[in-house]
Protein backbone atom coordinates (compact mmCIF):
# COMPACT_ATOMS: atom_id res chain seq x y z
CA UNK A 1 0.00 0.00 0.00
CA UNK A 2 3.20 2.14 0.77
CA UNK A 3 4.57 2.14 -2.34
CA UNK A 4 1.26 2.79 -4.30
CA UNK A 5 0.53 6.37 -2.32
CA UNK A 6 4.22 6.94 -3.15
CA UNK A 7 3.45 6.00 -6.98
CA UNK A 8 0.59 8.46 -6.76
CA UNK A 9 2.51 11.30 -5.40
CA UNK A 10 5.34 10.21 -8.23
CA UNK A 11 6.49 12.42 -10.97
CA UNK A 12 7.57 11.42 -14.23
CA UNK A 13 10.91 11.29 -12.85
CA UNK A 14 9.25 8.96 -10.32
CA UNK A 15 10.35 11.29 -7.64
CA UNK A 16 8.37 12.73 -4.51
CA UNK A 17 8.74 14.50 -1.58
CA UNK A 18 5.60 14.64 0.75
CA UNK A 19 6.08 13.99 4.61
CA UNK A 20 6.20 10.95 6.60
CA UNK A 21 3.42 12.24 8.27
CA UNK A 22 1.72 12.40 5.12
CA UNK A 23 2.35 8.95 4.23
CA UNK A 24 1.57 7.69 7.33
CA UNK A 25 -2.03 9.22 7.32
CA UNK A 26 -2.70 7.87 3.62
CA UNK A 27 -1.80 4.61 4.23
CA UNK A 28 -3.26 4.55 7.55
CA UNK A 29 -0.08 3.51 9.30
CA UNK A 30 1.79 4.83 12.11
CA UNK A 31 4.72 7.27 11.09
CA UNK A 32 7.40 4.30 12.88
CA UNK A 33 5.89 1.86 10.56
CA UNK A 34 6.61 3.63 7.46
CA UNK A 35 10.08 4.52 8.62
CA UNK A 36 10.49 0.57 9.03
CA UNK A 37 9.05 -0.13 5.66
CA UNK A 38 11.09 2.84 3.84
CA UNK A 39 14.25 1.21 5.22
CA UNK A 40 12.82 -2.04 4.05
CA UNK A 41 12.12 -1.01 0.23
CA UNK A 42 15.48 0.61 0.17
CA UNK A 43 17.46 -2.27 1.06
CA UNK A 44 15.38 -4.08 -1.46
CA UNK A 45 16.63 -1.56 -4.03
CA UNK A 46 13.23 -0.82 -4.77
CA UNK A 47 13.46 3.10 -4.00
CA UNK A 48 16.46 5.66 -3.20
CA UNK A 49 16.18 8.87 -0.63
CA UNK A 50 17.50 11.86 -0.96
CA UNK A 51 17.55 14.39 1.95
CA UNK A 52 17.16 18.14 1.03
CA UNK A 53 17.84 21.73 2.72
CA UNK A 54 15.67 24.52 2.97
CA UNK A 55 17.35 28.01 2.23
CA UNK A 56 17.76 28.68 5.71
CA UNK A 57 19.55 25.89 6.32
CA UNK A 58 16.39 23.56 7.81
CA UNK A 59 16.13 19.57 6.93
CA UNK A 60 12.80 18.99 4.73
CA UNK A 61 11.30 15.45 3.53
CA UNK A 62 13.21 13.63 1.68
CA UNK A 63 13.01 13.16 -2.10
CA UNK A 64 11.63 9.22 -2.72
CA UNK A 65 12.96 7.95 -6.16
CA UNK A 66 11.09 4.83 -7.50
CA UNK A 67 14.05 3.08 -8.87
CA UNK A 68 12.40 0.14 -9.67
CA UNK A 69 9.71 1.79 -11.75
CA UNK A 70 11.08 0.70 -15.31
CA UNK A 71 9.24 3.69 -16.83
CA UNK A 72 10.21 6.26 -15.22
CA UNK A 73 12.05 9.28 -17.14
CA UNK A 74 15.54 9.99 -16.66
CA UNK A 75 16.44 12.95 -14.56
CA UNK A 76 18.27 15.57 -17.14
CA UNK A 77 21.81 16.13 -16.42
CA UNK A 78 21.40 19.61 -15.39
CA UNK A 79 18.91 18.60 -12.34
CA UNK A 80 15.50 17.80 -11.54
CA UNK A 81 13.56 20.27 -13.38
CA UNK A 82 11.52 21.44 -10.33
CA UNK A 83 14.18 21.09 -7.61
CA UNK A 84 16.92 21.91 -9.90
CA UNK A 85 20.68 21.08 -9.10
CA UNK A 86 19.18 19.32 -5.74
CA UNK A 87 18.69 16.14 -7.41
CA UNK A 88 20.46 14.49 -9.94
CA UNK A 89 20.85 10.73 -11.62
CA UNK A 90 24.00 8.98 -9.84
CA UNK A 91 26.04 6.08 -11.11
CA UNK A 92 23.56 3.88 -9.36
CA UNK A 93 20.37 5.21 -9.86
CA UNK A 94 21.26 5.05 -13.57
CA UNK A 95 22.56 1.29 -13.44
CA UNK A 96 19.29 0.70 -11.83
CA UNK A 97 17.21 2.34 -14.38
CA UNK A 98 19.41 0.70 -17.56
CA UNK A 99 18.78 -3.06 -15.68
CA UNK A 100 15.11 -2.38 -14.70
CA UNK A 101 13.66 -1.20 -17.99
CA UNK A 102 16.57 -4.15 -19.84
CA UNK A 103 14.26 -6.90 -17.58
CA UNK A 104 10.96 -4.96 -18.19
CA UNK A 105 11.33 -5.46 -21.83
CA UNK A 106 11.50 -9.19 -21.57
CA UNK A 107 8.71 -11.38 -22.48
CA UNK A 108 6.88 -12.99 -19.57
CA UNK A 109 6.53 -16.53 -19.95
CA UNK A 110 3.12 -17.70 -20.69
CA UNK A 111 2.93 -21.49 -20.37
CA UNK A 112 4.86 -24.28 -19.03
CA UNK A 113 6.21 -25.20 -22.74
CA UNK A 114 8.45 -21.50 -22.46
CA UNK A 115 10.08 -22.18 -19.10
CA UNK A 116 13.16 -23.72 -19.48
CA UNK A 117 13.87 -21.72 -21.88
CA UNK A 118 12.65 -18.58 -19.13
CA UNK A 119 15.58 -20.42 -17.11
CA UNK A 120 18.08 -20.64 -19.68
CA UNK A 121 17.63 -17.02 -20.29
CA UNK A 122 17.87 -16.20 -16.05
CA UNK A 123 21.07 -18.46 -16.03
CA UNK A 124 22.79 -16.75 -19.39
CA UNK A 125 25.18 -14.14 -18.10
CA UNK A 126 25.78 -12.16 -20.90
CA UNK A 127 22.34 -11.17 -21.11
CA UNK A 128 22.50 -10.07 -17.46
CA UNK A 129 25.91 -8.57 -15.57
CA UNK A 130 27.85 -8.81 -18.42
CA UNK A 131 25.69 -6.89 -20.62
CA UNK A 132 24.67 -4.51 -17.92
CA UNK A 133 28.22 -3.72 -17.56
CA UNK A 134 28.85 -3.39 -21.30
CA UNK A 135 26.06 -0.92 -20.97
CA UNK A 136 28.06 1.10 -18.06
CA UNK A 137 30.83 0.97 -19.95
CA UNK A 138 29.12 2.63 -23.48
CA UNK A 139 27.78 5.72 -21.90
CA UNK A 140 31.00 6.55 -19.61
CA UNK A 141 32.90 6.27 -23.45
CA UNK A 142 30.22 8.27 -25.16
CA UNK A 143 30.47 10.99 -21.93
CA UNK A 144 28.58 13.97 -23.49
CA UNK A 145 26.54 12.05 -25.81
CA UNK A 146 24.96 9.83 -23.59
CA UNK A 147 22.51 12.48 -22.58
CA UNK A 148 19.21 11.35 -20.75
CA UNK A 149 17.43 10.96 -24.21
CA UNK A 150 20.10 9.01 -25.78
CA UNK A 151 20.18 6.95 -23.08
CA UNK A 152 16.95 5.79 -23.19
CA UNK A 153 17.20 5.59 -26.74
CA UNK A 154 20.01 3.06 -26.51
CA UNK A 155 18.76 1.21 -23.61
CA UNK A 156 15.40 0.24 -25.79
CA UNK A 157 17.20 -0.94 -28.34
CA UNK A 158 19.28 -2.74 -25.97
CA UNK A 159 18.72 -6.31 -28.57
CA UNK A 160 21.36 -4.88 -30.90
CA UNK A 161 24.18 -4.11 -28.78
CA UNK A 162 23.14 -7.54 -26.94
CA UNK A 163 23.46 -9.52 -30.10
CA UNK A 164 27.10 -8.03 -31.75
CA UNK A 165 28.14 -9.30 -28.42
CA UNK A 166 27.07 -12.61 -29.18
CA UNK A 167 28.17 -12.39 -32.51
CA UNK A 168 31.55 -12.25 -30.79
CA UNK A 169 32.31 -8.02 -31.47
CA UNK A 170 34.76 -7.35 -28.86
CA UNK A 171 33.75 -4.43 -26.50
CA UNK A 172 37.19 -2.90 -25.73
CA UNK A 173 38.42 -3.66 -29.06
CA UNK A 174 35.62 -2.69 -31.82
CA UNK A 175 32.97 -0.74 -29.67
CA UNK A 176 34.75 1.67 -27.59
CA UNK A 177 37.26 2.82 -29.65
CA UNK A 178 34.46 3.59 -32.23
CA UNK A 179 32.06 5.56 -29.43
CA UNK A 180 35.06 7.31 -28.54
CA UNK A 181 35.95 8.20 -31.43
CA UNK A 182 32.58 9.47 -32.58
CA UNK A 183 32.31 11.59 -29.09
CA UNK A 184 35.26 13.85 -29.47
CA UNK A 185 32.69 15.93 -31.62
CA UNK A 186 30.80 17.47 -28.48
CA UNK A 187 29.94 20.49 -30.62
CA UNK A 188 26.61 18.68 -32.29
CA UNK A 189 25.64 16.38 -30.29
CA UNK A 190 23.34 13.91 -32.28
CA UNK A 191 19.78 12.01 -31.13
CA UNK A 192 20.80 8.20 -30.97
CA UNK A 193 17.75 6.55 -31.51
CA UNK A 194 19.51 3.42 -32.10
CA UNK A 195 23.10 1.76 -31.68
CA UNK A 196 22.91 1.06 -35.55
CA UNK A 197 24.14 4.67 -35.66
CA UNK A 198 27.65 3.38 -34.96
CA UNK A 199 27.02 0.26 -37.12
CA UNK A 200 28.99 0.62 -39.85
CA UNK A 201 32.40 2.12 -38.22
CA UNK A 202 31.95 -0.94 -35.94
CA UNK A 203 31.49 -3.72 -38.12
CA UNK A 204 35.20 -2.32 -40.04
CA UNK A 205 36.63 -2.26 -37.16
CA UNK A 206 35.43 -6.04 -36.59
CA UNK A 207 36.35 -7.21 -40.16
CA UNK A 208 39.87 -5.64 -39.53
CA UNK A 209 41.97 -8.70 -39.97
CA UNK A 210 45.00 -8.93 -37.62
CA UNK A 211 48.60 -7.84 -39.42
CA UNK A 212 50.71 -10.77 -39.80
CA UNK A 213 53.47 -11.52 -37.16
CA UNK A 214 57.10 -11.50 -38.01
CA UNK A 215 58.60 -15.00 -37.79
CA UNK A 216 62.31 -15.38 -36.20
CA UNK A 217 63.41 -14.74 -40.00
CA UNK A 218 61.90 -11.87 -40.19
CA UNK A 219 59.22 -13.07 -42.08
CA UNK A 220 55.69 -12.67 -41.61
CA UNK A 221 54.14 -16.00 -40.22
CA UNK A 222 50.96 -17.80 -41.54
CA UNK A 223 48.01 -16.31 -40.08
CA UNK A 224 45.85 -18.29 -37.71
CA UNK A 225 42.44 -18.51 -39.37
CA UNK A 226 40.53 -19.56 -36.32
CA UNK A 227 41.98 -16.23 -34.24
CA UNK A 228 40.20 -13.80 -37.33
CA UNK A 229 37.73 -11.28 -36.08
CA UNK A 230 34.13 -11.37 -37.33
CA UNK A 231 33.90 -10.39 -41.10
CA UNK A 232 30.77 -8.18 -40.70
CA UNK A 233 28.04 -7.19 -38.25
CA UNK A 234 24.58 -8.77 -38.96
CA UNK A 235 23.41 -6.05 -41.65
CA UNK A 236 24.60 -3.13 -42.84
CA UNK A 237 22.96 0.45 -41.95
CA UNK A 238 23.29 3.97 -43.36
CA UNK A 239 22.13 5.76 -40.49
CA UNK A 240 24.33 8.41 -39.41
CA UNK A 241 27.76 7.66 -38.48
CA UNK A 242 28.55 5.10 -41.03
CA UNK A 243 32.18 6.72 -41.73
Excluded at 178 to 203: C, D, H, M, Q, S
Excluded at 216 to 231: I, K, L, V, Y
Aim: overall charge positive; charged content about 25%; aromatic content about 6%.
Amino acid sequence: MLLLVIARHSDAYGCSWCSQKTLADETGCCDRTVRTLLKAFENRGLIRRFGRMGPLGGQLSDVVMLTGWPQRKLIPNAGHPRLKTVLKETLETKGDWTLNRAQARKKFPVGPETVADQQKEILNIPTTARLEDALEACFETLGPWATTENRQHLVDDLKTLKKWLEQGVDLNRHILPVLAEKAKNATKIPILRTWRYFENPIGKAASRKRQPMPGSNGHPTARDESQDEPNSLSRPHSEGGGT
